[in-house]
């Protein structure tokens, strides 16, 4: 790929031609290392101190219909670097969570702000959003997707790995929003992706076949696995979840049980690569998913991970939100 010898521009003059980001799938790979450079870009004028108020005046709605810490503080931050505002609108607060329609709320927030963001359950909310409504609309997490977090996880492996092309990613637990998101990134940028879960707790077979799709143009594999020590072996990045997502804390006990042998700990990262880095999206659950010492330790990027979504979310905003 063309990335990694960067000889693709940052920068938000370049024509890009997504309105929205529903999915990491709609994105082409160059699409996403245009987010990805100039997200790079992005931090490093932060850390030089040099302003970017490349969306002066714009607001963005911020909706939300699960808890967030990450993605509502990265986003509101990244509105108000970006010289506009946000609004934080809580499904408990606003109509919608009193039974005023997606198609309405759509409707009604595109007379006044210039970009949504969305975390909810339903990809299809999200997609009605932009169905109905005229302005970007970002998807913030649903029970299928988290497209943003897996941008800023891209950002993050590139920072450290200086590439893409033949890493190994491998996802340990559940098949889920993360993992799907990840498994699109993965092979869209020829990235070979292995998951190793309970049975059960596979990926959506659908999500499963269009990332196998992906993998064959970018020359990349996809493999599910039931066995953690076959998804771990040489992998150069090793990535964990929640076991239990949001929405089903009911089900936590049962699969506290079904996922304990995809615990990653230091048996289990010993399997990877010795230059291997751990990820996770967080928040974590300390002692299930993963352990102190692999969260804590040397290999661990999660906090770089964490501030990536600030710097990369400001790409995202800045190239949707821009207009003309
Ligand atoms: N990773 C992530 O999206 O975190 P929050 O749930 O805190 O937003
Ligand atoms: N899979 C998790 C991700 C949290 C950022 C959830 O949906 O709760």
């Known amino acids: 790929m063309m990335f990694a010898n960067g000889n693709l521009k940052a920068g938000i003059d370049k ?10 799938q709609d994105y082409s790979p160059e699409e996403i290392f245009h987010v990805l450079s100039l997200g790079m ?6 850390k030089n101190n040099i302003e970017h108020p490349l969306l002066k005046g714009k607001n963005l709605a911020m909706i939300f219909t699960k ?44 007379r006044y702000v210039d970009g949504i963001m969305i975390r909810t359950f339903k990809q299809s ?17 649903t029970d299928l997707y988290h497209p943003c977090q897996i941008l800023a996880d891209l950002m993050t492996i590139y920072e450290e790995k200086g590439s893409f092309k033949d890493l190994k990613l491998a996802f340990l637990g559940d098949g889920n929003n993360v993992a799907h998101s990840l498994m699109i990134g993965c092979s869209k940028l020829g990235m070979h992706f292995a998951i190793g879960c309970p049975k059960g707790y596979e990926p959506n077979q659908d999500i499963f076949e269009m990332a196998k799709k ?13 066995d953690p020590v076959e998804a771990v072996k040489d992998a150069d990045v090793v990535y964990t979840d929640v076991w239990a997502s949001m929405g089903q804390e009911s089900e936590k006990e049962e699969r506290k049980k079904v996922f304990s ?15 291997a880095i751990f990820l996770h999206c ?9 352990t102190d010492d692999i969260i804590d330790g040397p290999n661990s990027r999660v906090f ?18 821009k207009g003309d």
């Open 261 to 275: 042998p995809y615990q990653v700990n230091s048996n289990l990262f010993s399997q990877a690569k010795p230059d």
């Open 67 to 110: 808890s967030s810490t990450r993605t509502r503080v990265s986003f509101e931050v990244a509105m108000t670097q970006l010289g506009g505002s946000a609004l934080f609108l809580s499904s408990a607060d606003i109509q919608l969570g009193r039974g005023e329609t997606i198609a309405d709320t759509a409707r009604v927030l595109s």
């Open 304 to 321: 770089d991970e964490a501030e990536n979504r600030l710097h990369v979310q400001k790409a995202v905003l800045a190239l949707l939100l």
């Open 41 to 46: 870009k992005l931090k490093n004028e932060r």
């Open 15 to 24: 024509p890009f031609s997504q309105k929205h980001l529903l999915r990491l």
């Open 214 to 226: 992906n993998a064959e143009k970018s020359g990349s594999t996809i493999e599910i696995s039931h």
């Open 125 to 141: 909310d999200v997609e009605d959003l932009a169905k109905y409504g005229t302005v970007p609309v970002i998807n913030g997490l």
């Open 282 to 290: 967080l928040p974590a659950y300390r002692g299930l998913e993963v």
